[in-house]
T-cell receptor, first 114, second 115 residues
Framework: EPEVTQTPSHQVTQMGQEVILRCVPI?????FYWYRQILGQKVEFLVS????????KSEIFDDQFSVERPDGSNFTLKIRSTKLEDSAMYFC????????????FGSGTRLTVV | GQQLNQSPQSMFIQEGEDVSMNCTSS?????WLWYKQDPGEGPVLLIA?????ELTSNGRLTAQFGITRKDSFLNISASIPSDVGIYFC???????????????FGTGTLLAVQP
């Protein structure tokens, strides 16, 4: 079964530092997403990405956040200057077609900002 | 904004029991999904519902999409210990003429199964 791979599984960073979370989506998928889940809370949409540009972003995805697909396989989320409230699980997901509900989620990166 | 509320928040049951959980929305969704999340893992899709009133099964799981498209239930029959986890409903929204979509997740139901 194809998987979405995320690295690292856990990252601890100091407040104010930049972090890059990495994802390798399923190879023939065209739509990519980042979601986050603060501990004990629901999963929240951050951003969707298609054809090398952002399709939609939420209010959470402010100027401190950016996404990039630097090559044909990786999809990254950068947080420029981390805040304590950025501590959460960050999930990457991909889907094969625009309207498909069949997202495949990665196992997540647990980001802890201290 | 769009909100999905799930009930109950948590359930503690004995192995072999049947389980039912609900999800209600403040707005209409055209596609409704149920996910399971194991500890330390990402959500895994269990069932997708596309039509109002649709009843769909996946093994011991059965889900129905409400007629109004604003609610759904998920039933698990004959629960087993590996059913433990958090169950999320999610509505799929499409925007900008279908150019993009995203999932709006519910608040989750924690299921614990006693062997």
């Amino acid at each position: 079964e194809p998987e979405v791979t995320q690295t690292p599984s856990h990252q601890v960073t100091q407040m104010g530092q930049e972090v890059i979370l990495r994802c390798v989506p399923i190879s023939n998928h065209l739509y990519f997403y980042w979601y986050r889940q603060i501990l004990g809370q629901k999963v929240e949409f951050l951003v969707s990405f298609y054809n090398n540009e952002i399709s939609e972003k939420s209010e959470i995805f402010d100027d401190q956040f950016s996404v990039e697909r630097p090559d044909g396989s990786n999809f990254t989320l950068k947080i420029r200057s981390t805040k304590l409230e950025d501590s959460a699980m960050y999930f990457c997901a991909s889907s094969p077609t625009r309207g498909s509900p069949r997202y495949t989620f990665g196992s997540g990166t647990r980001l802890t900002v201290v | 904004g769009q909100q999905l509320n799930q009930s109950p928040q948590s359930m503690f049951i004995q192995e072999g029991e049947d389980v039912s959980m609900n999800c209600t929305s403040s707005s209409i969704f055209n596609t409704w999904l149920w996910y399971k999340q194991d500890p330390g893992e990402g959500p895994v899709l269990l069932i997708a519902l596309y039509k109002a009133g649709e009843l769909t099964s996946n093994g011991r799981l059965t889900a129905q999409f409400g007629i109004t498209r604003k609610d759904s239930f998920l039933n698990i029959s004959a629960s087993i210990p590996s059913d433990v986890g958090i169950y999320f409903c999610a509505g799929l929204t499409t925007n900008y003429g279908g150019a993009t979509n995203k999932l709006i997740f519910g608040t989750g139901t924690l299921l614990a199964v006693q062997p």
